[in-house]
DNA sequence: ACTTATCGCTAAATCGATTGAGCAACAACT
DNA sequence: AGTTGTTGCTCAATCGATTTAGCGATAAGT
């Protein structure tokens, strides 16, 4: 039940418990303790099976090993993913992680930032929400290691760790040009998350870069507090008020979900009478008869970047800021050809 | 930087730290505090906005407020949603949720609970791998808080939530002949895991209630430690094997996603060269054409009564063991139409 | 012989909150 | 007056590890 503690080693080992510490953390060069002791101390925790109280040590040290992660939504294929290896990748430092969901809800978001605060947390993974700023403000100021994920704030120079958002989505409308489409839609949230505005700024460009321009009407912004149903029937209606539409493009994930079960449920094939590409990329998209070309994004790269840039905050604290943006690859699938009978 | 102690506020106050602390906790009228000095800390405490240092608490109390959740792989669809729910959950306890992945590997899940016992998790929420009996043994006979999660061990009686495998399993197989499937194949893993010989169970009795028997060839095991290739061509020559196949049952959702592919691969079409259904629910399962059939568990349901048998055990330590076994759901889909152009 | 240095280790304070024991002041009662 | 009770609060120990300051003993230097 209770635990071995530095005192019980002491006592057995004959020594003062100041012994003992120094000797575990690998201090007994440092503070001339002699091999003998060392031994005797190391042999007997050993065989006790010490494990020192995090707490305590916390306590005194005012570190606690941990870092808290927040993220959209945990349940979300990407962040899932990211998720995991954040954990393994910090396990390997010996952090432990604690997590939270924002649900892009700024309340929420300030609620996990207190609570991670209240426990003192190391370090922080943040996938901000719009309108965090003066909260981020708030941990640069204090000093605290951050990192910021999927996205950043314009207004305040920080850590991140994120995909190059314009160029996937350029690159997306571009192929879909490449592939003879004439009228591209592109449908969004209305959020003004900054990578969300990245990958239709993107989109914008390589639309600008080969047409004469975009017509706002081809571009469509859902709330990202919609159900699904009313998401769904958003892009039907979208879907049906464009005449010769022959590709769609979706700025992430769920919407291209969504997108999916539309144009499913408007008895349209896709790669037949509609090509489509999605940002991200998932397991339904890999699989769909035809596949979805989408833009998908390096997780682990993300993740271990995004460990490194943390645990090098950790440990040296400098004040050098790591903005790393990493590249994000177009995956073509049958989603995308033209005209042809696309189903593999 | 550093935070607002208890002792500013009692200094603050004119009054002892004691005080303070007893104010705090709710104890005022218990240990007779008057109204006066009562309302004076409050209004600091809330003026300072005062945090308990949670370590200090902690070291104190020996009560961390975090729970430690052991999944098998917080990336899959299933374990991310649990994941999801749990964090809202304990959250409204006030409680945090530090988080593994096992990957059903011994070593990792005995890792796991190291870590965990030493960062002094006050509850353990574990979906458990082969052999981790005496670990959990050992946790309970330590009198830890405790819940198993998706699958128990059968030769201990602890605090469990899971779905009811076996039905879910005899559902679906009894579906399939009902649609009038003749060669009816399993596709499972060789691991020891309770819930999957549960489904393999509940199956195979499915197949025995109705039919002469079952044949050994139309079962599969595939390792879990095989790479996704591997198992997708075992699968294909499994498939492959067996003349006339015209029905298949994975009894998990990743297997089944292997299964979809090796199916396409094959060029074959679900719903209509073969009918389909796999364990647990997944985007790709809901919205692949045809719809693929599969056994539903409820996530929220099973996140919910999980903190709730723990957060039961963490404030009554009662000795009463819960055991919550929830029906899983047959989601019918289009996968299982026998013989017609099932895609929609 | 006397100062100074070095070695090997320890005492005690500290982190911040909790909690069992207990004290001063006054009231009530015999 | 003396005992007992009550009220309203405080003292000080405690949780376990870390860390600063420093002590006694021996060795080295002058």
């Known amino acids: 039940m209770k635990g071995v503690s530095i005192k019980d080693i002491a006592k057995q080992a004959g020594v ?3 012994t003992v510490s120094f000797v575990l953390n690998g201090k ?3 503070k001339r303790i002699s091999e003998q002791v060392s031994k005797k101390i190391l042999k007997l925790a050993a065989k006790l099976k010490y494990k020192p109280n995090q707490l305590a040590r916390g ?3 005012g570190k606690t090993k941990t870092i808290g992660l927040i993220v959209e939504d945990i349940a979300n294929h990407f962040f899932a993913n990211v998720a995991k290896i954040v954990e393994e990748e910090a396990d390997k430092y010996g952090y432990k992680v604690l997590y939270g969901s924002t ?40 000093r605290k290691p951050m990192v910021l994920l999927d996205r950043y704030l314009p207004n305040i120079p920080t850590n991140y760790v994120m995909v190059n958002n314009f160029q996937g989505a350029y690159d997306a409308a571009e192929y879909l040009m490449q592939q003879g489409f004439e009228k591209i839609a592109v449908v969004t949230i209305t959020s003004e998350q900054i990578q969300m505005k990245e990958r239709l700024d993107g989109f914008l460009a390589a639309m ?18 919609a159900t699904k149903e009313e998401a769904i029937e958003e892009i039907k209606s979208f879907i049906k008020s464009i005449p010769n539409l022959d590709a769609i493009f979706f700025t992430t994930n769920y919407l291209g979900i969504y997108g999916i079960e539309a144009v499913k449920e408007l008895q349209m094939q896709i790669g037949e009478d509609i090509a489509f590409i999605s940002f991200d990329d998932h397991d339904l998209f ?3 008869s035809p596949g979805i070309t989408c833009v998908s994004q390096p997780i682990h790269d993300i993740a271990r970047n995004v460990i490194q840039v943390l645990m090098n905050e950790l440990n040296n604290n400098t004040n050098q800021i790591n903005q790393v943006v990493l590249p994000a690859t177009l995956l073509k699938r049958g989603s995308c050809s033209k005209g042809t009978n696309a189903r593999i």
């Open 208 to 225: 600008k870069a080969h047409r004469s321009g975009f017509p706002r009407k081809m571009l469509k912004k859902l709330s990202f507090a």
């Open 59 to 61: 306590l005194r040290t």
């Open 28 to 30: 007994a060069k440092e």
């Open 103 to 142: 649900e892009d809800n700024l309340q929420k978001a300030k609620g996990l930032l207190e609570v991670l605060e209240y426990r003192q947390v190391d370090g922080y993974i943040i996938t901000p929400t719009v309108n965090l700023d003066k909260d981020i403000e708030a941990l640069k100021h204090a």
């Open 16 to 18: 003062s418990p100041t």
């Open 286 to 288: 890999r699989l769909y």
